[in-house]
């Protein structure tokens, strides 16, 4: 197992899976909490819309594709649903689904439409570049130091979006719009290497298995972190093992750990109903 991680192609998609995995499952646990988990979807795909929009225009896609997530990242962050017929997570699923029309649309007409729309949802892992990962790494540390140091604004925001007590945050709130921005900007990058399904399985899956098996917020980030360590080690060796494509190894080793931890919560009830009952 170990020569194969020996290979610099190999090498640098563990690397590149560990930087998106580490701050995308971190990002997870309050998008997860916010239970706002169309939003990663959403800017993902509207990040794609951008790079989509770019190879339309022939224009370099990475600035367009930033700007396009940041505009998408600012709107969103002004949603607040105050209706209680609607939830917010139905605004952020018409915005998802008419950004992913509007790629197909513009990818459609590219010469190789079929291979653009499976790298767009799946991305290319293997063929990530030295400058790749130095940027990622580079925006990721700052986005994470970011949060490290103002952890207890993110936390106590994400708290009141869990107890629905967002009521009193007004129009703009600056700590809610420096989440988006944060967000959009992972995402931007994360789906340029890795691609929309797999990042928003890095967001969604590893928090959500975390839940599973803890009760103490204080381990919950660090268990969702461990997941998603987990989940790019074993889904790059799997890929290369079986000749799979990697972002979907990735997503399904993810899915994997996912049965496991449910498997674990339930066990664990079971036990705990045992003695009830007899």
């Known amino acids: ?50 790079v989509a929009f770019a190879n339309y225009i022939e224009k370099d896609p990475t600035i367009i594709a930033i ?34 029309a509007a790629t197909v649309l513009l990818i459609s007409k590219a010469p190789h439409g079929e291979a653009d729309i499976s790298e767009v949802l799946f991305g290319s892992l293997f063929t990530v570049t030295t400058r790749q990962i130095l940027i990622m790494a580079m925006v990721f540390g700052a986005i994470g130091l970011l949060h ?10 994400a708290e009141k979006f869990e107890n629905h007590e967002i009521e009193h945050l007004g129009v703009f709130n600056i700590w809610n719009f ?6 959009g900007l992972a995402i931007v990058l994360a789906v340029r290497a890795g691609g929309v399904i797999p990042v928003f399985s890095y967001i969604v899956v590893p928090p959500v298995a975390a839940i599973l098996l803890t009760r103490k917020k204080g381990g919950l980030v660090l268990i969702a972190m461990l997941i998603s360590l987990l989940g790019s080690f074993f889904g790059i060796y799997f890929s290369m093992h079986f000749d799979f494509p990697a972002g979907s190894s990735v997503v399904a080793i993810l899915g994997v750990i996912f049965l496991l931890a449910a498997a674990v919560r339930l066990v664990k009830g079971n036990n705990k109903q045992a003695p009830a009952n007899s």
């Open 1 to 50: 197992m170990a020569d194969m991680f020996n290979q610099a192609f190999i090498f640098s998609a563990l690397k590149i899976s560990i930087i998106m995995g580490l701050l995308l499952s971190y990002l997870g646990v309050h998008v997860v909490g916010r239970g706002i988990v169309f939003v990663d979807l959403a800017l993902g795909q509207i990040s794609m819309l951008g």
């Open 178 to 183: 420096l989440f988006y921005l944060s967000i």
């Open 67 to 100: 700007i396009f997530t940041m505009i998408g990242a600012f709107m969103l962050s002004f949603i607040n649903v105050k209706d209680k017929r609607l939830k917010q997570e139905a605004i952020i699923g018409i915005v998802y689904a008419v950004a992913s």
């Open 148 to 157: 490290f140091i103002f952890r207890r604004r993110f936390f106590e925001l």
